[in-house]
C-alpha cells in the first residue's frame, strides 16, 4: 500500500476526427461515473483540444497533450508552446515518447528542456522512458532508462521531482501486443524510483510511475497490482471506450 493515487491515461497519438472523437468522449463519459476510482487523462492531438475541453467541462477527464516546444514562444514552426496546452486547460503533456525520439531524433536533453519547460507553467509532464529490444537483450534496460531519467532530474530542482510523472514504456510493447510480465515491469519502476530517491528521497515515494506497452482490460488488473506500479499509458487501447474503461476500472 502506498499514497499514491493511480491515474490512466490515454494517448490517442495521431488518431481521430471530430466525429470519432465525439462518439468516443460521450461513451468514456458515460461510463466513468461507475468506475473512476483513480486520476483518468486524455492526451489528444493539440486540433481538437478545443473540442476535448468542450466535452470534458465538468468531467472528472483530464485533458493532457502529446508532446510540448522546449522553447516558450517564437519561430518554431510547427510546435506547440506550452502556454498554448494551458489555453485549453491541459493539465498533463506527455514528453519524450519513444515515438518521438524515435521519428523526431528528440535526444534526452531536449526531453528534459520539454519537461522542465511543463513543470514550470504548472502542466505536469509525463516523461516516458523505455528501452528498445535490442537494450533489453543485451542487459542495458536498467542503464537506458536510468540515463533518460538522469537527463530529466538533471534540471529539476530537488523541490520538483515529486511535480512529474513517469512512464516506463518498453519500445518492445508498444503497439506490438506484447506486454512486459508485472515482474519484469516492476523491477524497472523499482529501479527507476531509486533514481529518483538519489535526488529526492522523500519525493519519490509520491512519484506516480506509470506502465505502458500494450496495455489492455485483460493484462492490467496484474500490471497495477504491482506495488511501483502507478496506473497506465494506454494508446490502442484509449481508442476503445470499453477497453480504456475496463483499464480504468482495474485501477
Ligand atoms: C504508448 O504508445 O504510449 C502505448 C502504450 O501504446 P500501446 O498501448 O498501443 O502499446
New binding site residues.
Given amino acids: 500500500p502506498n499514497m499514491r493515487r493511480k491515474l490512466v491515461a490515454g ?1 490517442w ?1 495521431m488518431n481521430g476526427s471530430l466525429a470519432a472523437n465525439a462518439a468516443l468522449l460521450a461513451e468514456i463519459k458515460a461510463g466513468m461515473a461507475a468506475v473512476a476510482v483513480c486520476d483518468v487523462a486524455l492526451c489528444a492531438p493539440a486540433p481538437y483540444f478545443a473540442q476535448c475541453q468542450a466535452e470534458l467541462a465538468g468531467s472528472a477527464i483530464a485533458l493532457g497533450g502529446q508532446d510540448v516546444s522546449a522553447h516558450a514562444a517564437g519561430a518554431y514552426t510547427g510546435e506547440i508552446a506550452v502556454s498554448m496546452l494551458q489555453d485549453f486547460a491541459c493539465r498533463y503533456v ?1 514528453v519524450g ?3 518521438r525520439r524515435a521519428y523526431h531524433a528528440e535526444t534526452d536533453e531536449l526531453v528534459a528542456q520539454k519537461a522542465l519547460r511543463a513543470l514550470q507553467a504548472g502542466v505536469t509532464p509525463i516523461v ?1 522512458v523505455g528501452e528498445t529490444l535490442g537494450e533489453r537483450e543485451a542487459g542495458q534496460t536498467d542503464t537506458v532508462v536510468g540515463r533518460q531519467l538522469q537527463a530529466v532530474l538533471n534540471v529539476l530542482e530537488a523541490g520538483q521531482v515529486s511535480e512529474i510523472v513517469v ?1 516506463y ?1 518498453p519500445v518492445w ?5 506484447k506486454t512486459a510480465t508485472p515482474q519484469m515491469a516492476q523491477d524497472v519502476h523499482m529501479a527507476l524510483r531509486a533514481k529518483l530517491a538519489e535526488k529526492n528521497s522523500a519525493a519519490a515515494v509520491e512519484v506516480r510511475i506509470l506502465y ?5 482490460p485483460e493484462n492490467a488488473v496484474e500490471l497495477l497490482a504491482m506495488p511501483d506500479i502507478d496506473g ?7 481508442l476503445k471506450a470499453a477497453d480504456f474503461l475496463a483499464i480504468v476500472a482495474a485501477a
Fill in positions: 494517448n497519438k506527455i515518447h519513444s515515438e516516458c512512464a514504456e510493447a508498444i503497439g506490438t501486443g505502458g506497452g500494450s496495455m489492455k497506465g499509458l494506454i494508446g490502442g487501447a484509449a
